[in-house]
Structures are given as structure tokens and as C-alpha cells.
């Protein structure tokens, strides 16, 4: 009997993402982004995961009602509405999609950095509304051998520094939790001493918003930097302080200020909207017609993959620390919790241990490594009851012993990861590495190199190496109009071979039957990812 996963959408997303949980024939969906709150909130616990933004608070009211609820997907960057320990203890894993509307925050941040500078709006308005050519009113400053202190040196700080020094701007980044070197290698300024920042002629703010951050710059912080200083934020609001910021842009201290984002949203009636040394705009960070389609793709495949339980791309409450994974990193964490899948599929015995060995760089996350290799592992035998927060403890409960080994470098694999699942009945490896950042790879199976992309619906097929027995496979699915869309084959010097048969179509027991049935057969299995 097929089981089908269902994905409730609390909020409104792009059309795009609603088109991919649509087509999905193991998805039931619902949009419910019209629904009221109160209403929302009775329907969620008969979901397996959720998709949320800004309208719904993910709070403790949201968790009660959360039933068989197993995921939560904010569909963008913030948090700040998500109680996340509440969540965990009740092993919801919670993700975000914290890239998607990356580009487009980045270049808000500089529209503002540019307005801040040259008072368009105001310049346009007086020109356009009022009729009234008066150049002389509107002298601006030039970025050119300006400094600019950019708070949170993630994926939009980042960008924003990049572009701000081809303007020829003096950048300085302040972020405790990066290496400096990410800084340093793009040719900006790293400082531990917020100081360095206060100082600067431009302040921009990417951070997230919690308690070390809220009310970051205030009073005694702005009394320390220059007069005339500009600031801009496109983060979060409440990073500056509300008061604060009236108070010193209408004194002078702070000549301009670039705000997208308020304490309290929407915000028709706030005072900073009665100054003329501010541009404000209604939280447009994401509001760009390829961010939202990114975010709401992003979104539903995320979702997708959490519902399956397969993978839970950006969880925000594993026990791992976020910053402690690299972007380096995070392609082979899913990598991983693949291959432990596809190891599981072949060997389908009471596992006994799990073994994941690792060379290069790579090998240094051989912890996080092995969670997502139990994830994977034990997603056949266990389905929803395994996540990425209970992960050791059902693997201690099984007493499966868990290995992490670290591995010399292997001749043309600067980095690799390998899954051995041993069985009670037999041993199976797979190896796998990633390529220019993003590609994934299998690279070997039981010992025969293969090189295929870990997706998608796969036979796997494992045989004696004598002539004809991919013409016996390629008949046996041509009979039963199956489509192949790919076919990797490799061996090993022992005689055996390994075929990963890439199909359109779901695999039934029948059909297995038959390629089982090939005299040449060692084994095969169907895994879809």
C-alpha cells in the first residue's frame, strides 16, 4: 500500500513551489495560507511538515497543536517567530531557507547605501512632486575612500562587503563566529574589536536577531561614533535601537539612516517615518520576483525531503552547532546521509555497526558526519521515528556500534567519505565525494568505482562480469515499460560488476522478481532519493 506524506503551506509562497508539491505522487498538500490563524492552527497536527513564514508563529500554542507534525520549514531566513527549544524537545526539526533571498537583501542593502549617500528619494520627490529644481539642496557625500563597518559577515555581509569595495569603500567585517581568513582572503578588514566598527563613516547590520544582538546599537554606541555617521539595516529589526536612532538622526549625530526592517511590523505610524534624513521601505529584503520563486522552491523541496525523512536540509536545532559547519562542509552531510541510505537498501539485515571513514579536509566533521550517516541508515527500519535530534540515542537503543575513522588520502579524492553498514548477515560499502562544492557523487560501490549522482529513482544492480547481462536488463524493463534515463556500469578485477540503472518509473516487487531472477545476479535493489 503506498503511503503518502502530507505538507500543509501556512502561509502564502510562490506559485513555483506550490507546482512542485503538486506534481509529487507521494505528496498530499494542502494550501491553507488563507485559513484564519485560530483555524490553522486545529488542521497543522494531521501534517507530517509544515511550511511557514512571517503570518504564523511557530510558539508554544503552535507546538501543542502540532500532533504528528515532524518538520517545520520557515520559508526564509528569519527565526525569530520560531520558538526552536520548544520545538526540539518536541523532536520537531526545524529548517529554514537561509540563501534564496540572499541577492536580493544584498542589493537593497546597497540601494540604501547609495540613498543614504545621495538622498534620492528625497532629491526625486522635490523634482517630481513639488516641481521644484533646486540642485544646490541636495549635496551628497561619495562613497569613494569611505570606511564602512559591516556587522555579520554571512552570506549577505559577505556580498555586501565584495561590492562596497569595487565602489572603492575602506571595508572592516566584525563577526566573532568566522574564521578571519573568509574576511581577509576577498582583500577586507577583519576586526574583533567592535570599536573598529563605531568608528566608521557607514554602518551596515546582517545578523540574526537573539539576544546577543537585540538593541545592538544604541545609546552608548552611537555617542561613539563619528558625527554625520550613516547607518543602514536590512536584517532585522530592534538590531538598532528604535529610540536610539530617532533621537540621534534628529540631533544630527546620525546624518542618514537606510531601514527596511522595524521592532514592530507593518509599521505605518512609526516616528522614524516623520524624519527627512531616513529612506524606509516595508520590509522588502526578499521582494524580488526570482528571490520569492527561489524561496518557495526552496521551501517545497525542503519539505519534501523532510516528509520522506531522508534528509532535513538547513535544520536549525541538531546537535550540531551551525556555525561549526562550513559551507565546505554541508554538501557532504547530505551526501552522507545518502549513501547510508542506498548502504541500508542493499544490506536490509539487523544492522550491527555503522562505520563512517573520511580523508582529507572533510575528515575534521567526522562527528556531525556520523549523525547523518544513523539518519540514513536507520530510516528504513525505523521511518519517522528517526530524526537528527534523536539520532545516537535510537542507535545506542539498538546497540549499534557507531565507528568514525579517519583515512589517508586516496589517489584522486582529495576529500572522500565512505558508509560501511555491517549486517548479521553481510558487509556493504559505498564511497562518495563532492565537486566543485555542490556535485555529489557516488564514486564506488563494493569495491567497483562508479561515478553517479546520488538521485533520483535507481536500480542497482550487482553481477558476474560475463558478456549479455545488460541486454538482459534492458529487455526485462523494456517489457515492462520502464524507461531508462541513465546507465552507469563499473567492475573490479575480481569479476564482479555493479549497474546503477537511472529509470522514470517506481520499481514493484515483479519487476525485481525478474532481474533477481538473471543467473548472473548477486544482488539488486530499488532506492529512490
Excluded at 22 to 38: P, Q, V
Aim: charged share 25%.
Amino acid at each position: 500500500m503506498k503511503i503518502t506524506k502530507k505538507i500543509i503551506v501556512c502561509d502564502a509562497i510562490h506559485n513555483s513551489g506550490l507546482e512542485i508539491l503538486k506534481n509529487r505522487d507521494d505528496i498530499e498538500f494542502l494550501d491553507a495560507s488563507k485559513e484564519n490563524k485560530e483555524k490553522l492552527l486545529e488542521m497543522i497536527g494531521d501534517y507530517d511538515v509544515a511550511i511557514t513564514r512571517s503570518p504564523t508563529d511557530v510558539n508554544q500554542k503552535f507546538i501543542e497543536k502540532s500532533g504528528n507534525l515532524k518538520a517545520v520549514v520557515r520559508a526564509g531566513v528569519g527565526v525569530d517567530n520560531v520558538d526552536i527549544e520548544g520545538c526540539s524537545q518536541k523532536g520537531i526539526i526545524v529548517m529554514n531557507v537561509p540563501t534564496a533571498n540572499t541577492i536580493a537583501a544584498v542589493e537593497l542593502t546597497m540601494a540604501h547605501l547609495i540613498s543614504s549617500a545621495r538622498s534620492f528619494p528625497y532629491a526625486h520627490n522635490d523634482l517630481k512632486i513639488n516641481r521644484i529644481w533646486k540642485r544646490e539642496k541636495w549635496y551628497g557625500v561619495e562613497l569613494s575612500g569611505k570606511k564602512l563597518g559591516v556587522i555579520g559577515f554571512g552570506n549577505i555581509g559577505s556580498k555586501v562587503a565584495i561590492r562596497s569595495k569595487a565602489f572603492n569603500m575602506d571595508v572592516i567585517a566584525y563577526d566573532p563566529y568566522i574564521s578571519p581568513s573568509k574576511a581577509t582572503k576577498e582583500g577586507i578588514k577583519y576586526t574583533t574589536n567592535f570599536d573598529d566598527i563605531l568608528s566608521c563613516d557607514f554602518i551596515t547590520i546582517h545578523t540574526p536577531k537573539n539576544q546577543e544582538t537585540i538593541d545592538m546599537i544604541s545609546y552608548d554606541e552611537i555617542a561613539k561614533m563619528k558625527d554625520g555617521v550613516r547607518l543602514i539595516n536590512v536584517a532585522r529589526g530592534g538590531l538598532y535601537n528604535e529610540d536610539a536612532l530617532y533621537d540621534n538622526l534628529k540631533s544630527g549625530k546620525i546624518a542618514f539612516a537606510g531601514i527596511d526592517v522595524f521592532s514592530k511590523e507593518p509599521s505605518t505610524d512609526h516616528k522614524l517615518l516623520d524624519l527627512d534624513n531616513i529612506t524606509v521601505t516595508p520590509h522588502l529584503g526578499a521582494n524580488t520576483h526570482e528571490s520569492q520563486q527561489k524561496i518557495a522552491t526552496q521551501a517545497a523541496e525542503y519539505a519534501i525531503s523532510a516528509a520522506i525523512g531522508i534528509n532535513f536540509p538547513n535544520a536549525l536545532n541538531l546537535p550540531i552547532k551551525d556555525e561549526d559547519i562550513s559551507d565546505f562542509a554541508r554538501p557532504y552531510l547530505e551526501l552522507v546521509s545518502k549513501l547510508s541510505f542506498l548502504t541500508a537498501q542493499i544490506n536490509k539485515n539487523s544492522i550491527s555497526s555503522i562505520t563512517i571513514e573520511a580523508n582529507g579536509k572533510i575528515a575534521e566533521f567526522l562527528k556531525p558526519l556520523s549523525t547523518f550517516a544513523i539518519v540514513g541508515a536507520l530510516k528504513e527500519s525505523m521511518g519517522e521515528k528517526i530524526n537528527y535530534v534523536n539520532a545516537v540515542h535510537c542507535a545506542d537503543e539498538k546497540n549499534i556500534e557507531i565507528i568514525t575513522k579517519e583515512i589517508e588520502k586516496t589517489k584522486g579524492f582529495k576529500n572522500r567519505v565512505i558508509i560501511t553498514i555491517t549486517t548479521n548477515k553481510k558487509q556493504t560499502k559505498i564511497a562518495g565525494t563532492v565537486f566543485d562544492n555542490t556535485m555529489q557523487r557516488i564514486v564506488e560501490i563494493d569495491g567497483v568505482n562508479l561515478d553517479v549522482a546520488p538521485k533520483g529513482k535507481m536500480i542497482l544492480f550487482k553481477n558476474r562480469d560475463v558478456p549479455g547481462v545488460i541486454a538482459k536488463i534492458s529487455t526485462i524493463l523494456m517489457n515492462n515499460s520502464i524507461n531508462i534515463s541513465d546507465f552507469r556500469l563499473g567492475k573490479n578485477k575480481t569479476g564482479s560488476a555493479i549497474a546503477v540503472v537511472i529509470v522514470d518509473n517506481k520499481i514493484g516487487k515483479n519487476i525485481l522478481k525478474e532481474l533477481e531472477n538473471v543467473i548472473e545476479c548477486e544482488w539488486v535493489s530499488f532506492v529512490e532519493i
